[in-house]
Each structure stands twice: as C-alpha cells, then as structure tokens.
C-alpha cells in the first residue's frame, strides 16, 4: 500500500509546519496581549508542579491558617464548605472542630429573624461581608475578589498569588499614585486598593516553620491552589493509571492489527 | 409472508428479528464486508475518531444537564457543584469540555484530510456539502456550550459574537433581539442558549448519519484519489478498518486523557473563572481557539458588515469547493502545484488562528490581512485557475499496480 518516498515529502512538510506552527503559537500566545502594563509574575516552583506534583498538605493546612487568621477578614471562599477541608488531611473530628469555631448564618429562627451559629462540617464558609454593596462600601469602594477559584482565575496562578502577596514595595520616584492605593511590582497597573495583608510574623505557625512573608505567601498560595482544584491529588493519579493503561491498550490494539493485516501486505 | 426480509443469520432469535428489521443484515453490508480501498493511510482514522468525540460528548452533557442549573444567578455555582460535589464530575466536566477541543481538532484534520486528497470531488459533493454542514452546527453548539458555564468570557463571548449580526442592515437589530430574547445577553439568553446546546447535538447525530449514509453510497476516496477498479483493490471494512481505527482511537484516547488529567484548563481562559459582569468588560474578548482565525478574518476588515460576511464567507466558501476545483484529479500527490499550494492555505488558515489571538494593532493587521487574502484567493482564483493549468503526474493503472508494482516497504 505504499507509493514511493517522494510523494509524501508534501505530508512531511506539513507535520514540519504544523510543529512550526504550534512552537509559533506557544510562544506568541505566551505574552498577553497587553503586556506593557501587565507584569509577569515571578516564577516559583510548586508542589502541584508537573504531571506528578500534588499540593504539599503541611503548606495548605499553614495557609488555610494564613486564609483564616488574615484573609478571611475581607475575602470569601464560597465554593469552599468545611466538609471540604477533609482534603486537606484533616479527619472529621477536626472539621467539626474547626467549623465549630465559626459562626455562620442558620436561616431564620421561630420567629422569622436570620439565626446564627458554630459552625457544621456541612455549612459554607461565611462571607465576611453580606454583598457587594457592603464590601465596597467597607472597603473605600474596592472590592475584594471571592478567593475560592483565584488561582485558576489569573493569568500566572500561584505564581500570581505569590507575586502579589511579596510584591508590596516603595513606588518608584516619579510614579503617581491615587489616594488610599499601594504600590505593588506585580499587580496590572502597580496600584492595588489592598494594603500589604502580610508582614514577617503575623501568624503563629503550630509546625515551627518560620512565619516570613515570602513563606506565608507560598503557604496561602498553595492552599488556594487547593480551593481552586481540589480534585488535583485524585486527578493526577488516575489520569497516570488511565494513560498506562491507555498505551498498553494501544500496544496490544497495534499488534492485532499488524496481525489481521499481515496477510495483506 | 411475502414482506419478510430473507435474513441469514442463523441463530433464530436474530433471525426473527432480522427478517422483520434487518438492521442485522444493514451493519453486516454497511460495517462488515463494506468494500473499502486498501491504501487508506492513517488520515484516514479520523472520522471514526470524530464519530466516537461526539459520542463521549453526547454521554458526558447528559450527565452534566442533571446537575447544571441554566440560571443566571445559579449557573456559574452549579458548575462548581459540578466539579466539587458531585461523584467524579470534575471528571466528567473535564472530559466534556476538552471534548470540545478535540472534536474541532480532529474535525479540522478530517477536513484537511478531505482536501488534500479530494475527497469533495464527484461524485462526493452531496458528502462534503454534508460534512461542511456538521461543521457549521459544531460551531453553533460549541459557542452555546461555551456560554452555559457564565463566566466573564462566556458572557461577553456571547456579547460580542450576537452583536455581529446587528451588521446586517435593516434586519441585524430584530436578529440580535431574538437571539437574545431581550435587550442584552441574560436569563432569557441563558435559557434558549442550553435549550439549543442540547438539542443542536443530536441534530448533529442526523446529520453525521445522512453524512456516513452518502458516505456508504459513493464509497470512500482514498490516498490515491482513483476509484477501485475491482475486489483486489478492496478489503472489508471488518477486520481491517475496524483493527486500524482502534489504534487511531487509543491513540486518540491518550491525547484526550492528557489534557483532561494534566492540563484541563489549558485550551481555556483564566476569566472564564470569574463569574459574568454585565458591568465589568474583560481587558481582552477572546473566543475558543477554534474560532480565532474566523474572528480573525472579521478583524482584519475595517467595515463591521463587510467584515461579517467576510467571516461567514470563509466558511460557506467550503459548500461550493467542489466546484472552485477544476482538476480532473483529486489527491494533491498527483498535483505538484497544488500540493504545496494547498499547505500554503493551511499555513494561512493557522496564521490567521495566531493573529487572532492577538489584538488587531500593528504588524497582527497586516498578517492578518495577508492570510485572509490567501485564504480567499486560494479558494477563488488559485483553485479555478490551477486545475486548468496545472499538469498532474500520471495517475497509477489501479490501486492493487501502486501498492504491489513498487517494492515493499515495511509497515
């Protein structure tokens, strides 16, 4: 069933192209299309990293600590319920522990008004603010963004995170800056309404790790890694399972077909 | 008994069944011994492979429509519940929404397949036309898709690619209201976009069949594009094609499974992780990858009307190809113009996929602009006027004298 070597130079071209092409797109997708005023997050290695890495729970379980003690305060995780937090490593007698230490709305009591109460492992996470309208109007007309799916929602992901997170500084002379704004080397514009949420030793770590900002940062940033893609841990190991077995099905599938074949050529 | 279909098959139970609907006998002819070129390479695996695409993805939306709310308020959160809550509906999820990745992929491949070797050419004009019409409703399905999961992109997505239709003059406003059921993409927008994406799909399954039924009529062209000229240039589609297609779709199978378990978020767009704003317009509207080299023929036209039908043009351009070809032969290995020619097209086509990508200022304009003029011409000029001028190798005698006259080479 073969012609001769020369007629498909024309096919050879075109996988030559295509992968030219492919590198072409990699690389001219890479940058934003706006890069001038986005700046490109650091590049940080991650426990999540690579077709094996899985969230490092230890650094999740110090950032939800980072998550609860710090950014709780205005932002919100409300894909996040405490039931959830089982996949952090924690056992259930934990999560009720820990949801108890909550108070979350409970609907309405006997005689209609909103009832509250510690926490379930089957509740939500409680918003800190009401609504949009309240935040904003807390907040000097900012809003701070759900936190829940952060990582997946931002060019960069954890390395975004992070970035923001470490990447308060002093602005450079000449730059002007709107009142009630901070300066940070990682945000689009360099002018964030959020002021610096994290110095050295603002959490206590039960672990003994050292409470620096750049580590509280990783810490925070892997935990919202995890809120954004829980499934991450189950996902890469059977994806390994379901592609092994796929190539040993493809080999055996190849062999029956040289085999049926066979009389053919 | 004289209606009864003569069925040879021996059990009694089948046999009973099939001399009153002999759809026994119907897959014997048409997937069993069906006579199929023996010179098929492996492009030839991807229709099969776009068959069991839309399969999986037909299986996987029903299971996500029993959990997806079409609410505006409620649809962004149900699809979290989707990937948080429900028993592997990350999975599920994920399988779906590359799915639609690698359904354009693998149709586009089919589709250059197609063209390289002729395969629109008489007689299987009505089986192109067919397929440029399966094309058509993926695209309208895969956009609806899109906008289902109500993120800032799906929302805005939406906005912009409705609004092109308010080109149209005189009736462009009335079609955007319809599309809309109001006065800007919300709940009615929502409701009528999912009512479609799950009735488009099986639409699509009609007209896969009537595709794969013309298909059965005039037979499958092959590498060499000359017809089979006997049984010795044939084999039957079972064992033979249905082996060399399995190891298409394992393979298949595996490119799949590496997006959905190691990169699902890949192919998409981190603002589609933000839930829609009518108040609050992204930096940046960019569609699915592919629908960029479309969106980029529309952006490399300054007028908006002209730039719309530019847009639909380079798709409906398809339906009237097979006659744009005047070559009396139809694999480009016989056509040593067209046959650089036409990945000159494909290089315009990707092109014009980069350029999109991109906003149109500076040197993406007037890439942008290079490409479509290829990609029209190749289709309007190039194609009319190369097959009269062009002079084709000689055409092999028969299937069997090209792939026995030559020496071997091992498989």
């Known amino acids: 069933m073969r012609t001769p070597r020369f007629l498909f130079a024309p096919m050879r071209t075109f996988f030559a192209l295509m992968v030219a092409a492919a590198l072409a797109i990699t690389g001219l997708l890479a940058p934003p299309a706006s890069a001038q005023d986005v700046p490109t997050p650091p590049n940080e290695n991650w426990s999540f990293d690579g077709i094996f890495g899985t969230p490092d729970l230890a650094a999740a379980q110090r950032g939800f600590q980072v998550y609860s003690e710090v950014c709780s305060t205005c932002h919100a995780i409300h894909q996040m319920h405490f039931r959830d937090l089982t996949g952090l490593g924690f056992n259930d007698a934990q999560v009720k522990a820990i949801a108890s230490t909550f108070t979350v709305p409970q609907g309405l009591d006997d005689s209609g008004q909103p009832k509250e109460g510690p926490g379930m492992p089957a509740n939500q996470f409680r918003s800190p603010f009401p609504n949009e309208k309240a935040a904003r109007a807390a907040m000097n007309g900012a809003y701070p963004p759900d936190l829940s799916l952060i990582i997946n929602a931002r060019e960069g992901g954890a390395n975004y995170v992070y970035g923001i997170l470490t990447g308060y500084a002093d602005a450079p002379t000449g730059f002007t800056m709107q009142d009630a704004m901070n300066y940070n080397r990682y945000f689009p514009g360099h002018q964030i309404a959020m002021p610096q949420p994290l110095q050295d030793g603002k959490v206590t770590y039960t672990d003994g790790t050292p409470n620096t900002v750049d580590q509280m940062a990783r810490d925070v940033a892997t935990f919202l890694y995890w809120t954004s893609n829980p499934e991450t841990t189950e996902r890469k190991q059977m994806g390994i399972r379901v592609i092994l077995f796929l190539v040993l099905l493809t080999g055996v599938t190849y062999a029956v077909k040289r085999k049926i074949w066979s009389d053919v050529h | ?411």
């Open chain 2, 1 to 411: 008994m004289a209606g009864l279909h003569k069925s040879d098959i021996p059990n009694p139970v089948l046999n009973w069944i099939d001399s009153r609907l002999p759809i026994i006998t119907m897959m014997q002819k048409e997937y069993g011994v069906f006579p199929t070129p023996r010179n098929f390479n492996y492009f030839w695996n991807f229709g099969a492979l776009a068959m069991v695409t839309l399969i999986i993805l037909i299986l996987t939306g029903i299971f996500l429509a029993m959990s997806y709310q079409p609410n505006t308020t409620l649809a962004f959160d149900s699809v979290q519940h989707i990937m948080r809550d429900v028993n592997y509906g990350w999975l599920i999820r994920y399988v779906h929404q590359n799915g639609a990745s690698m359904f354009f992929i693998v149709t586009y491949i089919h589709i250059f397949r197609g063209m390289y070797y002729g395969s629109y050419k008489a007689p299987r004009e009505l089986l192109w036309i067919l397929g440029v019409v399966i094309l058509l409703l993926m695209m309208a399905t895969a956009f609806m898709g899109y906008v289902l999961p109500w993120g800032q992109m799906s929302y805005w997505g939406a906005t912009v690619i409705t609004n092109l239709f308010s080109a149209f003059p005189g009736v462009g406003k009335y079609i955007v209201t319809l599309l809309w059921g109001g006065f800007s993409v919300d709940q009615p927008t929502l409701n009528r976009f999912y009512s479609l994406h799950y009735l488009l799909p099986f639409v699509l399954v009609g007209v896969v069949f009537l595709h794969v039924a013309a298909l059965h009529i005039v037979g499958s062209n092959n590498p060499l594009g000359i017809e089979p000229r006997g049984p010795q240039d044939t084999l039957p589609f079972h064992p033979y094609y249905t082996a060399k297609d399995s190891v298409g779709v394992c393979v298949f199978l595996i490119v799949w499974a590496a997006f959905v378990f190691f990169a699902p978020n890949m192919l998409g767009d981190p603002n589609n992780f933000v839930e829609a704003n009518p108040l609050q317009t992204p930096a940046d509207i960019v569609p699915e990858w592919y629908f960029l080299p479309y969106y980029a023929v529309l952006r490399s036209v300054p007028n908006k009307l002209l730039g719309v039908l530019m847009m639909f043009g380079s798709l409906l351009v398809l339906l009237v190809l097979p006659w744009l070809d005047t070559s009396r032969v139809r694999s480009a290995r016989f056509r040593p113009t067209y046959r650089w020619l036409i990945l000159v097209w494909v290089l315009s086509f990707v092109v014009l996929g980069i350029c999109g990508a991109h906003k149109p200022e500076g040197i993406w304009v007037i890439l942008s602009r290079i490409a479509a003029l290829y990609y029209f011409a190749h289709f309007l000029v190039i194609m009319p006027i190369l097959g009269k001028l062009e002079r084709p190798l000689p055409l092999p005698e028969s299937i069997t004298q090209a792939v026995t006259g030559r020496p071997l080479e091992s498989h």
